[in-house]
C-alpha cells in the first residue's frame, strides 16, 4: 500500500497544481494527490458550479410549478471516492479548528446556525471546493500567461 501510494505522491507532485493544493488547510500529500487525481484538469470547468456539479454535492432540483421543496439531498452523481476524499479534508479542518480558514469560518458559522452536522460537512465541502477552483485555475492561468 506505501509503494502505491509513493507512486502516486510522485505522479501527483509533477502537475502544475500540486503545490496550489498542498498549501491548502487540510490537505496532505495522500489527499492532495486524490483530490488531484478525481477532479483532473480543472479548466475543463467553465465554472465553480460545475466543479461542484461533478463532485455530486449539488442540491438535487425539485419544484413543480408554484411548489418548491426546501428539504433537498445532495445529488450524488459524481465520483465517491472524490465525496470521501473532500469529506476527510473538512474534517481534518474541524479537528485542527484553524480560525484564519475561510472554509473553517464557514463551516463554524453553519454549525453555530444549528445546522445538521452533514448539512454543515456538506455547505463546507461546497466552499472548499469553490476555492479550490478559484486558487487552481488562477495558478494555471498565471503559469499560461508566462508561457
Known amino acids: 500500500?506505501?509503494?502505491?501510494?509513493?507512486?502516486?505522491?510522485?505522479?501527483?507532485?509533477?502537475?502544475?497544481?500540486?503545490?496550489?493544493?498542498?498549501s491548502m488547510r487540510g490537505v496532505d500529500e495522500t489527499l492532495c494527490s486524490q483530490i488531484i487525481a478525481e477532479i483532473g484538469d480543472v479548466q475543463r470547468f467553465r465554472n465553480k458550479q460545475d466543479l461542484v456539479a461533478f463532485a455530486g454535492i449539488d442540491a438535487t432540483p425539485f419544484q413543480s410549478g408554484m411548489f418548491e421543496s426546501r428539504d433537498r439531498s445532495i445529488s450524488k452523481r459524481g465520483?465517491?471516492?472524490?465525496?470521501k476524499a473532500l469529506f476527510?479534508?473538512?474534517s481534518c479542518l474541524m479537528q485542527t479548528s484553524p480560525a484564519d480558514d475561510a472554509v473553517y469560518q464557514y463551516l463554524d458559522k453553519k454549525r453555530t446556525e444549528g445546522k445538521h452536522f452533514y448539512v454543515y460537512m456538506m455547505a463546507g465541502t461546497?466552499?472548499?471546493l469553490q476555492i479550490y477552483y478559484a486558487r487552481?485555475?488562477?495558478?494555471?492561468?498565471?503559469?499560461e500567461a508566462v508561457a
Open 1 to 22: 500500500m506505501s509503494v502505491i501510494r509513493n507512486q502516486m505522491q510522485r505522479m501527483a507532485s509533477i502537475l502544475p497544481e500540486y503545490p496550489v493544493v498542498l
Open 79 to 83: 465520483s465517491p471516492l472524490l465525496r
Open 88 to 90: 476527510l479534508v473538512i
Open 126 to 128: 461546497n466552499k472548499f
Open 136 to 143: 487552481v485555475k488562477a495558478y494555471l492561468d498565471s503559469l
